[in-house]
């Protein structure tokens, strides 16, 4: 018999479910009403998402409440990964928590949520606003750009570049904003561009 991947889940998902019925049935009703676990994903909303942790850009679904991840699994229907994760991508959702002594979960205190600045000759980082940061950032890449921009090199031939900025692309983002970014290196005259996984 052929089985495919989805059909073998829904028919080991089914055993499973037979095996822990009869379980509870043969424990009675009160070591069933003991063993009850509060469902994870009870009122939670399905947030699809790319993994972060490298560049094959595998799929995941958060399950969020109230604004925190509550689970993580494979996203089944990607066709990257088709539901399955490495062990990286398995314990995404350790960026959230941590454990404390006793082994619970508990959330991450030490999870950056707002941009960080560090000023030129400063030993210490300063919280910005999006706002602010991104003002920055433009103003920088422009000033720049204006500065060393070349239109022609030392020989006469038409270049348009400049090589007074470096361009690094992200494995925490996805092919397409990625092709995006080097468009946009591109079309500002940056050709000195490379990618931590070098894609
Ligand atoms: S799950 Fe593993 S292979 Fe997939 S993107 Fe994440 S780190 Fe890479």
Known sequence: MKLSRRSFLK???TAAAAA????????GDKKAEASYQPIRLHYAREVPTICT???VGCGILCYV???VVVNTEGDPDHPINEGTLCSKGSSIINISYIYDEKGK???NPNRLT???YRAPGSDRWEEKDWDWMLDTIVQRIKDTRDRSFEEKDANG?????TQAIAWLGSAFCTNEENYLFHKMARAMGVINIDHCARL
């Open 11 to 13: 028919l080991t998902g």
């Open 20 to 27: 822990t019925l009869t379980s509870l049935s043969l424990q």
């Open 53 to 55: 942790f490298c560049g």
């Open 65 to 67: 409440r109230d604004g």
């Open 105 to 107: 979960p508990k959330l």
């Open 114 to 116: 707002k941009p960080l």
């Open 157 to 161: 031939v038409t270049v348009n570049r």
